[in-house]
């Protein structure tokens, strides 16, 4: 039933965001006369890598210096790429993805095998399932790159701050998912464009529904501040990315 949802849904989706996919294409590709997609290699279901389709957002070759991690004034942003990110445009070429199967509408966020190389035990349990271009971590943290501001290392910021949290919401989602949960977060995902305020009450207020420990639903509203955490299957906070 998921496969079908996500097959009626991302050809629906295709059909009425195209001129917005178009419009911002021709953009990307007026700024400096190349590519205006960005294919990113990310793994999926049970470990199988693929080729993620965004909306360039970044200078020609940007992953080159090796920073997984994107902070805000990330100079690598160009400006259009900055417009890109804020209305989350980069996201809708994703809808490909979905439509031939790779990845779901609804379901943990795809990650760099550098990441993934990381997992605990307990985190590989995200590989079990599609990758989704949403879930409840990517409205809780939409404001992602403004948490990785002016840090010396995005990418251990992200282990520290951010990874224990999306894990952890993740296999949450997991062991929940159903047809109703993808159809409200995709809803809470639109209504996060016009208020991220509200949309944080919506998911707080799904999260309580469906008996979320008490910190995921506190974390849910973002009104505390986030501390260096372990990953969900640790008990020692990253402090390098090196295995």
Request: hydrophobic letters at 40%; proline letters at 5%; aromatic letters at 8%.
């Amino acid at each position: 039933m998921k496969r079908i949802f996500d097959l009626v849904f991302s050809s629906i989706g295709l059909l009425i965001f195209s001129p917005i996919i178009l419009f911002a294409c021709l953009a990307i590709y007026y700024q400096d006369k190349h590519s205006p997609f960005y294919i990113a290699n990310r793994t999926g279901k049970n470990g199988k890598s693929f080729k993620m389709i965004k909306l360039r957002s970044m200078i020609i070759n940007a992953e080159k210096n090796n920073v997984d991690s994107t902070s805000s004034n990330d100079p690598r942003i160009t400006k259009i790429g900055k417009i890109i990110r804020k209305f989350k445009l980069d996201e809708l070429s994703q809808l490909f993805n979905v439509f031939i199967g790779e990845m779901s509408l609804v379901g943990p966020r795809p990650n760099v095998k550098r990441e993934t190389d990381l997992y605990t035990k307990v985190e590989k349990n995200l590989l079990k399932v599609q990758p989704g271009i949403t879930d409840f971590a990517s409205i809780i943290f939409s404001d992602e790159s403004d948490i990785l501001k002016d840090v010396a290392d995005p990418d251990i910021v992200y282990n520290q701050l951010i990874r224990p949290w999306k894990s952890r919401l993740g296999i949450f989602y997991i062991k929940n998912q159903s047809l109703k949960i993808d159809i409200l977060i995709i809803l809470i995902t639109i209504v996060s464009i016009f208020s991220r305020e509200f949309s944080l009450i919506l998911v707080n207020n799904t999260l309580k529904k469906l008996n979320a420990p008490k910190d995921l639903c506190k974390i849910s509203l973002r009104k505390v501040q986030l501390k260096p955490l372990p990953p969900p299957g640790s008990n020692v906070i990253v402090e390098t990315r090196q295995i």
